[in-house]
């Protein structure tokens, strides 16, 4: 069983570009979870997607930021017109559904995002 | 309060020290606790995890410790190794919805182990 997907694990964008951040959760799982991590920082939740449904979006900016988990094919987080403050690591997290394990969350590798 | 203080920042111990690790929280909503360990350029991986109606788990070399009293938990790590050293962090979640459950993740720690 694969685990949590990411893609790509790099990327640099100039700042005024889009970021699209690709995630496609554990086998199985139907929730997904996004979090930012700055250097040395811990992790900072942003949103929480079942599929076709955001649950949370709490965490995340209020502009230029933006997520979906379609029916089918990966979540997918969205940044316009980046700044160089968006450089950080984004974590994807998985977890499966019912309420015996729901609470696991399982953590993709990363993207690192650059702006310069 | 939605919020885990987790310490210390840091920890230098000698191959085969126990290194512990402590967390603690004010909301008694919480109902799962687990540790992650993350390398360098890596995602954090669960280590292990407790519920508040268990005072200990252990899973090899890792123990967590919880005192439900005083609102804490902690790591212990039983003979660390030179491969242990990572940053470990604590979390605590909570049921927020029907079937939907948030975490709030702890600062950190980074633990280098000498060899």
């Known amino acids: 069983n694969a685990g949590v997907m990411q893609n790509p694990r790099h990327l640099v964008r100039r700042r005024g570009q889009e970021a699209r951040l690709r995630c496609s959760p554990m086998?199985?799982?139907?929730?997904v979870y996004w979090y930012r991590q700055l250097p040395e920082e811990g992790l900072k939740f942003m949103v929480y997607?079942?599929?076709?449904?955001?649950?949370?979006e709490s965490g995340m900016p209020k502009e230029r930021f933006s997520a979906e988990f379609p029916k089918e094919g990966p979540s997918i987080l969205r940044i316009q017109q980046v700044v160089r403050g968006d450089s950080a690591a984004y974590f994807c997290a998985s977890s499966p559904p019912g309420r015996t394990r729901a609470y696991e969350q399982y953590f993709g590798p990363g993207t690192r995002l650059t702006v310069t | 309060q939605q919020q885990v203080k987790q310490s210390p920042q840091s920890l230098i111990v000698q191959k085969g020290g126990i290194p512990i690790i402590n967390c603690a929280y004010e909301?008694?909503?919480?109902?799962?606790f687990p540790w992650y360990q993350q390398f360098p350029g890596k995602g954090p991986a669960l280590l292990i995890a407790i519920r508040p109606d268990v005072s200990e788990k252990k899973e090899g070399r890792f123990t967590i410790s919880f005192n439900k009293s005083a609102k804490q938990f902690s790591l212990h790590i039983m003979d660390s190794q030179p491969g242990d050293s990572a940053t470990y962090f604590c979390?605590?979640?909570?049921?927020?919805?029907?079937?939907?459950?948030?975490?709030?993740f702890g600062t950190g720690t980074r633990l280098k182990v000498l060899a």
């Open positions: 909301n008694t909503a919480f109902d799962y």
């Open positions: 086998k199985g799982h139907s929730h």
């Open positions: 997607l079942q599929k076709e449904n955001i649950i949370d």
């Open positions: 979390a605590a979640s909570w049921g927020w919805r029907e079937g939907t459950y948030k975490y709030i």
